[in-house]
T-cell receptor, first 113, second 113 residues
Framework: EPEVTQTPSHQVTQMGQEVILRCVPI?????FYWYRQILGQKVEFLVS????????KSEIFDDQFSVERPDGSNFTLKIRSTKLEDSAMYFC???????????FGPGTRLTVL | DAKTTQPNSMESNEEEPVHLPCNHS???????IHWYRQLPSQGPEYVIH???SNVNNRMASLAIAEDRKSSTLILHRATLRDAAVYYC??????????????FGKGTKLSVIP
């Protein structure tokens, strides 16, 4: 069964450093998403992406964040200058259509020291 | 966004049926009721969704009240693998913010062997 994959599974970085989290969505899916979950808290929507554009973003997704689909298979989330409060699990998801079921990856645990 | 209310936690014995309730008294006519679950240390996983009629799939059944102000996710025989946090999410495919899933705290289901 096709699945969303994410790398790395765990990323440790120093405050102020840039990080790139990578995702490979399911191959025929057109819509891509990032969510995050701070330890012990709710899963929060960050951004959705379609046709090489951001279609929706939350208040969390400020100028420090960016997304890109650099080639036909990868979808990345970049955090330009990490803060301690960016420490969280980051989940990538994809769907065939915008209102379809979203399929989530296993997540990347980001630890900012 | 229309809000959902779920119990914080529930317990079930293995191989017994489980009924997970969700209240959504402010649901609009175009809101679909979605259920996702999150197994420990994993990303959320789609379970089932419906609009008005009861729905069945290989994972679960969804019973929707006639007035749509509540719904119940039914796991017919709980297994240890069903221990997870279950999220009831309303989603309007036509409205603003339709791309995102808005997760609450969900119900943490424990399954006792």
């Amino acid at each position: 069964e096709p699945e969303v994959t994410q790398t790395p599974s765990h990323q440790v970085t120093q405050m102020g450093q840039e990080v790139i989290l990578r995702c490979v969505p399911i191959s025929n899916h057109l819509y891509f998403y990032w969510y995050r979950q701070i330890l012990g808290q709710k899963v929060e929507f960050l951004v959705s992406f379609y046709n090489n554009e951001i279609s929706e973003k939350s208040e969390i997704f400020d100028d420090q964040f960016s997304v890109e689909r650099p080639d036909g298979s990868n979808f990345t989330l970049k955090i330009r200058s990490t803060k301690l409060e960016d420490s969280a699990m980051y989940f990538c998801a994809s769907s065939e259509q915008d209102t379809d079921t979203q399929y989530f990856g296993p997540g990347t645990r980001l630890t900012v020291l | 966004d229309a809000k959902t209310t779920q119990p914080n936690s529930m317990e079930s014995n293995e191989e017994e049926p489980v009924h997970l309730p969700c209240n959504h008294s402010t649901i609009s006519g175009t809101d679909y009721i979605h259920w996702y679950r999150q197994l420990p240390s994993q990303g959320p996983e789609y379970v089932i969704h419906g609009l008005t009629s009861n729905v069945n799939n290989r994972m679960a059944s969804l019973a929707i009240a006639e007035d749509r102000k509540s719904s119940t996710l039914i796991l017919h025989r709980a297994t240890l693998r069903d221990a997870a946090v279950y999220y009831c999410i309303l989603r309007d495919p036509s409205g603003a913010g339709s791309y995102q899933l808005t997760f609450g705290k969900g119900t943490k289901l424990s399954v006792i062997p």
